[in-house]
């Protein structure tokens, strides 16, 4: 194997791992932390505020609702739209001096608390009141201990940034016009029916093209080994190095290596470390790409010359002209898509990428045997959920969660996802899945295929097909799980990996075929030249 192949695929491998899981936008927030009593035991939920001003339809915020006040309306068309005026005084910590007749009132942090300051508005006759804040960021309004939450008024946090705005309209005499609402995000999103189908998709095209080459490699070994001495088999055996075996310490060092890499993420999150890991995504997806076009080329008769002529290139060493005129289109690809991967249509180019990436590893990297594939998982099993649940006691929030979303980074997320637009979604945002929740299970499902081809297998005797199905039901739980939990997000692997590798296992057990499995990782094959070819 071509050393940057090597070397690229091994950077892949690592970029791939730091990120099994599945997230979703948070649209309720739940938090056990924030005190509650009768009158305020709200859900946290995000509201819309679009705005009019003369007359003209002008720029909606997002706000977040209180732990005190009435439900807002779900629908934009059951929303009244609210005339908003400014607090006297601006902190509404004092009844306001200006009688109000149903309009919002817009008033600032400080001073005191959120419940007085929506009891001080209510009694003044405001209908809404809309607390701006003191930074950027949304802050969660909850009750002191002993407070009046006799409230009848909606009370929404907004960010600084849309609060100066509205006062620089309303200090210019514009006259400014709201509607407060609270839309539910619907129960399935055909999003995740298409990620969920994109996710099967790439394992079934990685293991079919990984089986495929596994077969010509067996193939051509019972070829030499036909008529030829121990010594000869043993030399042809040893030359072949098309793959990179994954051995039981590596898989065991996953934990370590993927933490670490995680933990680095998480502490060195900005934007200029967000542009390290898209210039690696975009080496790692090139490669990929090409690899891809050259192997799917090659299959036509018009390639074959040029897949199998050879070229010497400085530097590069031996290659052949048809991934000569590939890479150039791969590299171009890839730095498109890095240049306008803000825009709201790169999330094609990411996945075109990252399906290109995962399928490459898949046909490089391979799981020998059962025995390997089990400790990979289970490693990745438990460190998916120490990362997402165990570690906001260590780090006082998700490090899973916040590298994925990629926080104070300035982007909408890390390379490292396939995502799809929530398409019927009134928030918009992406249903999204890690990389490592593909590619790490597609490892072992790769190899069930490989163990079917090698044994001659048919498809409902084999181990491939209830591999896949057992994988395709963990990742719809999973969805169930997202969407069951208000949009919280959840480690894939917590409901793949036991549906994956109790099918496999309980399956070997059943067939009396588990020894094999584990530790050989192919079936006997007594004939193996002549049942190879008639597999064919």
Not at 479 to 487: E, F, R, S, W
Request: net charge negative; aromatic share 12%; glycine share 8%.
């Amino acid at each position: 194997m071509k050393f940057w192949t090597l070397f690229s695929s091994l950077i892949c491998f690592l970029i791939l791992l730091i990120l099994p899981q599945v997230y979703g936008g948070d649209i309720v927030h739940e938090d056990d932390k924030a005190p509650k009593q009768p009158g305020c035991d709200n859900s946290f939920v995000l509201v819309k505020v679009p705005t009019w001003v003369d007359g003209f339809e002008d720029v909606e915020y997002v706000g977040v609702g209180a732990r005190f006040g009435p439900t807002l309306e779900s629908k934009e068309k059951h929303a009244n739209r609210t005339k908003l005026t400014l607090a006297d005084p601006p902190d509404c910590c004092s009844p306001p001096r200006n009688k109000l007749t149903g309009e919002a009132i817009l008033v600032y942090r400080g001073n005191c608390s959120f419940t007085t300051k929506a009891n001080n508005a209510e009694d003044a006759g405001a209908s809404a009141i809309l607390i701006v804040n003191n930074s950027t960021e949304l802050f969660k309004m909850v009750c002191e201990t002993d407070a009046d939450t006799d409230i009848r008024i909606p009370a929404i946090m907004l960010p600084n940034d849309a609060g100066a705005t509205l006062e620089n309209l309303l200090y210019n005499d514009s006259s400014v016009y709201l509607q407060l609402y609270s839309p539910k995000r619907p129960a399935v999103d055909v999003a995740e029916v298409f990620l969920w189908l994109m996710a099967l998709g790439t394992i079934l095209c990685a293991s079919y093209w990984s089986a495929w080459n596994a077969r010509e490699a067996a193939i051509e070994r019972d070829k030499l080994s036909k008529d030829a001495s121990d010594e000869m088999v043993a030399a042809s055996g040893t030359g072949y190095s098309g793959f990179v075996d994954i051995s039981t310490g590596s898989a065991l060092l996953f934990v370590v290596i993927a933490s670490g890499f995680l933990v680095m993420l998480y502490k060195l999150m900005s934007v200029w470390f967000i542009d390290v890991l898209v210039v690696l995504f975009c080496i790692g997806g090139a490669e990929g790409l090409q690899t891809c076009l050259v192997a799917f080329l090659s299959s036509f008769k018009w390639f074959e010359h040029a897949a199998v002529t050879i070229v010497k290139v400085p530097f590069f060493g031996a290659i052949s002209c048809l991934a000569m005129a590939v890479s150039p289109l791969c590299i171009i690809f890839a730095v498109v898509w890095a240049v306008f991967r803000r825009e709201a249509y790169a999330w094609i180019g990411q996945d075109i990428l990252g399906i290109a990436l995962i399928l490459t590893v898949l046909q490089i990297v391979r799981v020998p045997n059962l025995k390997v594939g089990t400790v990979l998982l289970s490693c990745a099993f438990l460190y998916d959920i120490f990362w997402v649940f165990v570690s906001k006691y260590l780090f006082h929030e998700s490090v899973m969660i916040v590298v994925a979303r990629g926080d104070n980074s300035g982007e909408d997320g890390i390379p490292m996802l396939l995502k799809i637009p929530r398409m019927f979604d009134p928030w918009g945002g992406y249903s999204v899945i890690g990389f490592g929740d593909i590619l790490l299970p597609g490892l072992v499902i790769a190899f069930s295929l490989r163990y079917d081809w090698l044994g001659n297998k048919k498809i409902r005797a084999g181990y491939f097909l209830w591999a896949i199905c057992a994988y395709g039901f963990g990742l719809l739980i999973t969805y169930v799980a997202l969407n069951l939990m208000d949009g919280h997000g959840q480690p894939a692997l917590l409901y793949i990996v036991p549906f994956t590798l109790g099918t496999l296992l309980t399956l070997g057990k059943k067939r009396r075929d588990l020894k094999n499995l584990w530790s050989r990782g192919e079936p006997d094959r007594p004939c193996t030249h002549v049942r190879l070819h008639s597999s064919q």
